[in-house]
């Protein structure tokens, strides 16, 4: 890890102030939203003593259990995610696919690439961590293949786990790890506050799934964006029930249904929609952190 890329180590946590559990939900693109979480965390010089993070919540939940900045978070993705031709194509290396084949993928047909090759071009930190060694506890959601239940990790190597977790099907391959097949923890459990909840003080969700658009496109959806679209309108349903049993102390939900969900080369529309999050926030922790006794 460069020393550029890395947070400086954060001072002990005043035993005064509350424990702060932070979840981070699947979503697609629309999780690109999670960079204003984690910038208002870093501009108020706090961090949270617990992160759980499902699909593209994992991945920002591991980049910066891992000890990178909020704002390194935000150029890798503009880097990265943000020319998404070029990041197809570099994931398609090893798959020996084409760009065409990539962007007609049918649905049952079999996933174009390994989940760990994006993960690698985005935040190469990753390889070789292991979860003993992150400066922010970490739980990462997968979904377990053959059992049909969420897997949660929290041991081991991070690359694999933060992987399983991203393997969305008709797009990832699944991942084999720990024994198990592992599949996009969204699939089971979209946001995973619970895992945060009896472990922490004061528990922040973000939930990136949006709701359903404003105005609807007449344009005919491809069969990768159906088949995407079919996964996150049954993890909005596993959502909606979760939240009638309990709900997170703050439930932040960014207006980013407009987008589509592999629009990651819209990451400024996206962070300009998602904006007024940040400061919501920031009112909730500084309003949490006043009132401790």
């Known amino acids: 890890m460069s020393e550029r890329s890395q947070r400086p180590a954060a001072p002990d946590p005043d035993p005064a102030e509350p424990r702060i559990g932070l979840a981070l939900g699947g979503g697609g693109a629309r999780g690109l939203a999670h960079i204003l979480v984690l910038e208002a965390f870093d501009e108020l010089g706090l961090r949270p003593s617990l992160i759980a993070g499902t699909s593209i919540g994992a991945i920002y939940g591991a980049a910066y259990a891992c000890g990178l900045e909020a704002k390194e978070i935000r150029e890798r993705s503009n880097e990265v995610l943000g020319r998404w031709t070029d990041i197809a194509k570099h994931v398609l290396v090893s798959s020996r696919r084409s760009m065409t084949d990539f962007w007609k993928l049918r649905p049952f047909t079999a996933a174009l690439v390994k989940p760990a090759a ?3 071009a985005i935040f190469p930190e990753l390889q070789s961590v292991h979860f003993s060694q992150l400066k922010i506890p970490l739980e ?3 979904t377990d293949f053959h059992r049909h239940t969420p897997y949660v990790m929290h041991q081991g ?16 391959r699944a991942v084999e790890h720990d024994g198990r097949v592992l599949l996009d923890g969204g699939m089971t459990n979209p946001i995973p506050f619970d895992l945060v909840q009896n472990k922490t003080d004061f528990t922040i969700a973000c939930n990136v799934l949006g709701g359903p658009a404003e105005d609807p496109s007449n344009e005919l959806p491809t069969p990768l964006e159906i088949a995407l679209s079919a ?3 049954m993890q909005s349903a596993i959502i909606t029930e979760k939240l009638k049993a309990s709900a997170p102390d703050v439930l932040l939900s960014p207006r980013v249904e407009r987008y589509r969900l592999m629009q990651f080369h819209l990451i400024d529309e996206i962070l300009d929609s998602a904006a007024p999050i940040k400061d919501e926030l920031k009112r ?10």
């Open 118 to 120: 994006l993960l690698e």
């Open 140 to 142: 990462v959601v997968a």
């Open 157 to 172: 190597p991070l690359l694999p786990a933060v992987a399983g977790s991203i393997a969305l099907p008709a797009l990832f």
């Open 231 to 233: 996964s996150h309108i």
């Open 284 to 293: 909730a922790l500084e309003q949490r952190l006043s009132a401790a006794p």
